[in-house]
């Protein structure tokens, strides 16, 4: 289970690393043609390609090359029943894998570090949900809320100081928080409403539990940078569209830049887990540049070749085999039934003879209705009616199974032949043979009578075939 999962990873990471490229250069090619916002959504097929399992078959999977399962599975519809087949089981099952293959520790590394990571980042998260260490200036409060009417925010957005995130940062799902420290406290008002607005546009377009999703799934495909680069990508493009949604408001770019360097000289990171007005200085230096309309160097052949190298590597591990493995295991399969056809053609075809001299049949095979019971039901032989004391032969060469007394049938024996087959004699006067008896194609074994439910003297005989189902002794019988 495990490892299939794993498989199913690496699969969409190799896939998403190839949507990526693709979507790099469709955005190249629409800069200037649809905004920022629009553009961003081609991330969305990025983000389906990580979430929903893809697979597919390559020549460069490592499965052509390394026999990494050796095991074949045979379907239910063929699945092989017949007592006397005798076929080598290394053709029919699989020779036993290694009790931890490269996939299976593979599969045990990834799993490992992914849940460690997920796990940190969870409690992490969960330190921060703290009480507010500082009441919040009434100025402050009527800013956010001047701030909150004029972007139409419905949702009470509390401003919560604290001292773990030096950077104001959008905190929380379902009860949002402005984090804040006490020296950003001092900031002008200006500078103040800048960061508000700011955090308030991450609000409204969900950045928040974005972040969340973008952290998960980092985290899940943690073996492959080109995730990482794709989500800080994305992240960038989320902060230049906010930026844009402050920049609607009466607040001005000069203004605006003059916070964002302000906020870097007291706390620069390196990595946003949050939606937050500033990130590295790096990153701070290319939304200025962005804000004042000028073209931003990428490094697209490095992106290029990154991606080029993570996906032949992941496509070893992700793909399937070609399906030549699979026709070959079709072919042995086949190899196998024409076996057991050879092996039925073996076994002799037993032919039957009339068991008595009889003097008419005064029942067939099929429906009918009883006559002592009344009820229709199916006769499963033929009535053979016979003089007492007349002797009853062997249809056919056998073993006795079964020499008895029933209330219904009488006296009766039961000889198995040697094709699985099994013929039966009813309401003797007298067993000649006992169980385990092997007879052949005429010995007498019973004489006639009419023992058990019988309206007059005559012999029931029946057989049925190696599968337990009735046949019609007039297309068997020699007669």
Known sequence: MLETFFINILSMSTIASLVFLIILIARKCIKNKVNQENASLLWIIFMVVLIVPLNFQSHLSIKN????????????????????????????????TEKMSLQEIASFVWFSIALSLIVADGLIYKSLNTKKSAEVPEKISR?????????????????????????PSLYGIF??????????????????????????????????????????????????????????????????????????????????????????????????KMPGICSSKKEIERRIIQMKNKNIKNSMFIIVVTILMVSVLTISFASDKVTKADNETIKMIGEIFDEVDKQEEIIPKVEYIVPIEYTNVSLTFGTRVHPITKEERTHTGIDLVAKEGTKVKAAASGVVEVATYDTEKGNYVEIKHVDGSISSYHHGSTILVEAGDSVNAGDEIMIVGKTGNATGTHLHFEVRNANNEYMDVNTIVNK
């Open 143 to 167: 800013l956010l809320k001047e701030c909150q009417n004029e972007l139409n925010v419905d949702k009470d957005v509390q401003i919560v100081v604290q001292d773990k995130i030096k950077m």
């Open 175 to 272: 009860n949002p928080q402005i984090l804040l420290t006490e020296e950003i406290l001092n900031f002008s008002d200006n500078e103040l409403k800048c960061i508000i607005v700011h955090e308030l546009n991450h609000y409204k377009r969900n950045h928040h539990i974005l972040y969340i999703m973008f952290n998960i799934l980092e985290r899940i495909h943690w073996f492959n940078p080109i995730v990482k680069i794709a989500f800080k990508t994305i992240k960038q493009d989320l902060e230049i569209i906010t930026d844009n949604s402050v920049l609607k408001t009466n607040i001005t770019v000069k203004e605006y830049c003059m916070a964002i360097l302000k906020i870097t000289e007291l706390c620069n990171l390196k990595e946003n």
């Open 65 to 96: 090359f390394i026999n990494l399962d050796k095991t074949y599975v045979l379907t239910e519809s063929m699945q092989l029943n017949n007592e006397n087949l005798n076929v080598n089981d290394e053709n029919v099952i699989s020779v036993d």
